[in-house]
């Protein structure tokens, strides 16, 4: 069964600069969350999306957006990257609103280092 | 005080034991629990879901919610070396998309 892609798997990055993080939920899911989950943590909620709409925010730092793009995918953008962003950062998805309890689906995830 | 503890671990047992790993939790509007196994630098895959309280089995592992006590627990009957992962407890409030999850607890299942 397809599962949820997440592109890059691996990045490395220094100081200041820009990352951009793509997720590709699994066929027909319409939600889409993101989580960071740093060096023997559990993964922190950071923001989700339903039908391309914001629906909930975490703990996401002001210096990162996401957007939910018409194909479902979504990007994680983070700027002005700093050695604290050094991290796992997971995509979930689900079908449906994510209220109802539908559940969440977890990519591989995307390990970004800062140097 | 994190809403979910988890003990860490690690936790060691011999194959074929039966495991018992739990979490307790401090907020009683959580409706939904979760179990999910973490491989090494791999994402969290779903083993058990329960909506409020009660048990529920699938094969080897049997998931338990007890909300008088805020209390969940995950067994694993006859442990295998591949059940070797960290186990994460997540949990949901309903009307709400986050999950918060424990700390994980590191199992260890000795050949």
Not at chain 1, 12 to 34: F, G, M, N, Q, S
Not at chain 2, 31 to 42: A, H, I, L, V
Request: proline share 5%.
């Amino acid at each position: 069964a397809a599962g949820v892609i997440q592109s890059p798997r691996h990045l490395i990055k220094e100081k200041r600069e820009t990352a951009t993080l793509k997720c590709y939920p699994i066929p027909r899911h319409d939600t889409v969350y993101w989580y960071q989950q740093g060096p023997g943590q559990d993964p922190q909620f950071l923001i989700s999306f339903y039908e391309k709409m914001q629906s909930d925010k975490g703990s996401i730092p002001d210096r990162f957006s996401a957007q939910q793009f018409s194909d479902y995918h979504s990007e994680l953008n983070m700027s002005s990257l700093e050695l604290g962003d050094s991290a796992l950062y997971f995509c979930a998805s689900s079908s449906g609103t994510g209220l109802a309890g539908e559940t969440q689906y977890f990519g591989p995830g995307t390990r970004l280092l800062v140097l | 005080q994190k809403e979910v503890e988890q003990d860490p671990g690690p936790l060691s047992v011999p194959e074929g034991a039966i495991v018992s790993l739990n979490c307790t939790y401090s907020n009683s509007a959580f409706q939904y629990f979760m179990w999910y196994r973490q491989y090494s630098r791999k994402g969290p895959e779903l083993l058990m879901y329960t909506y409020s309280s009660g048990n529920k089995e699938d094969g080897r592992f049997t998931a338990q919610v007890d909300k008088s006590s805020k209390y969940i627990s995950l067994f694993i009957r006859d442990s295998q070396p591949s059940d070797s992962a960290t186990y994460l407890c997540a949990m949901r409030l309903s009307g709400t998309y986050k999950y918060i999850f424990g700390t994980g607890t590191r199992l260890k299942v000795l050949a």
